[in-house]
């Protein structure tokens, strides 16, 4: 069971009848719900110190931008008068708090906070601070940064503040290979990147530098979650892997399975399941991005379990 302060809101949004599922109890089954599914450390860190603030506080609250990808959430969040802003100035009410998202901002955006003089919570990763400081300290000694990850994401447009205007980013090993020479550069990785993806890019930058850093920052939630991935995936008629639609980690999470395995589903909801290949899948393999919450996740086990139990099939947590 989820810990306070969301574990009375995790309650509130299951259905009726449905119950927790112990994930973690190993037993025989045909349906495999991984361990590593749902909010890694940082996320849940986050949405719980938020709800915590909300809860404790008669100030307005202001997330600027998303707190997480996931729809779920934030209309959690919303539900509790936590609003939505994208730019600092739009924090209208300055007695309120302003919440620095879980994928970290640029020095230059933590200024124009700084000058809004509006209290500020920092719910950035301790993962993403840690490629922040890497980035920050080899950009000190000129190294350029060369960054694989996806340009438009929150996490990555962060971590360029850091490179001191000598950065670049990459996602595939065909914009590495038309990379120019470099004296000195340090790669780094979105830290929810796919750790073979971010070596294959890493060996070509290589050959094109004097001196080449290769900065791993892929956390390891994400390394579990796409080892446990890669070794039940391959085995299984259908995997569920189930987030949001804009979540890169999640999206990232299910092209992964799709090389592994014929039928793959990634669905926001239990609504999107596609009933047919449910039962007829022998082996079902559920997993989930580290913006997904718990509720979600067991909603979806609980469609599946309902909609095999007419087919008189068994389900098993490992």
Known sequence: MPSAPLGDFYKKHRKKGQKKYNISM???EDIIVAKSAGFCPGVKHAVDQVVALAGSRKKPIYTLGPLIHNKQVTAMLEMRDIKTIEKPEEATDKRGILIIRAHGITPDLQRQIEACEISV????????KHAQNIIAKFAVQDYHTVIVGDKEHAEVIGLTGYAQGRCTVISS???AQALPHFEKVNVVSQTTQQESVFFEIAEEIKKHANMCQISNTICQPTKDRQKETMEQAKNADLVIVVGGKHSANTARLA?????????????ETEDELDEKLVVDAKRIFITAGASTPGWVIDSVVFRVKTLRDRANR?????
């Open 26 to 28: 190993p037993r025989k």
């Open 121 to 128: 919570f920092d719910a950035t990763c301790p993962l993403v």
């Open 173 to 175: 090993l065909a914009e």
């Open 255 to 267: 092209e992964l399975c799709r090389g592994l395995c014929k039928h793959v589903q990634h669905v």
């Open 314 to 318: 068994k389900i098993v947590y490992r």
